[in-house]
């Protein structure tokens, strides 16, 4: 008997490592995918997938929330020309910190790197995720965008 539950248990934890593994390799590709959009020349439109119907913006100091359809691709096209991406597009991703949760939830910090970027204050940007598995996959729910100079990390703590 005993023999068995720790056989149960052994189970268990590996079955545990393996979707822990699998959700936050998923949650690492859709960052992957969802800059690559970003940094890209397709409409701000083609960014809503990456989404969930509701998302909270904090672009800097300017918060944005609205469950209007059009908040999305408005959001990222002011942000695109805001930071100037078409002169300066982002040359790198760093993904600092991904902690997904057995809730469906999943937080990260991830720097959009920008090499050519002559403005110390525009070499970076520290992007704050909050993501959930929803019925569609995962969705970023909330992004907070920050202007960093540091290339490698979002926090000093």
């Known amino acids: 008997m005993k023999i068995a539950m720790a056989l149960l248990v052994v189970v268990f934890i590996v ?11 998923e ?5 992957k ?7 890209s020349s397709s409409p701000p439109s083609s960014l809503k ?9 904090f672009i ?8 209007h359809p059009d908040l999305i691709p408005v959001i990222i096209g002011q942000l695109r020309k805001t930071m100037d991406l078409e002169t300066y ?22 720097v959009f790197q920008r090499s050519k970027s002559k403005e110390r204050s525009r070499k970076a940007a520290c992007n704050i995720l909050s993501i959930a ?3 569609g996959g995962w969705r970023i729910m909330g992004w ?14």
């Open 15 to 25: 079955f545990s490592s393996e979707m822990y593994a699998s959700s936050r390799s």
């Open 49 to 57: 997938k990456y989404f969930a119907q509701s998302p909270l913006f």
């Open 89 to 110: 597009p982002f040359s790198g991703l760093y993904i600092e910190k991904i902690y997904v949760s057995e809730d469906g939830s999943a937080t990260s910090l991830v």
């Open 144 to 157: 907070t965008l920050i202007s960093t100079s540091d290339e490698r990390v979002c926090t000093w703590a």
């Open 133 to 135: 598995k929803l019925e």
């Open 33 to 39: 995918s969802f800059y690559r959009t970003l940094n």
């Open 27 to 31: 949650v690492s590709d859709l960052i």
């Open 60 to 67: 800097g100091e300017q918060p944005g929330l609205s469950s």
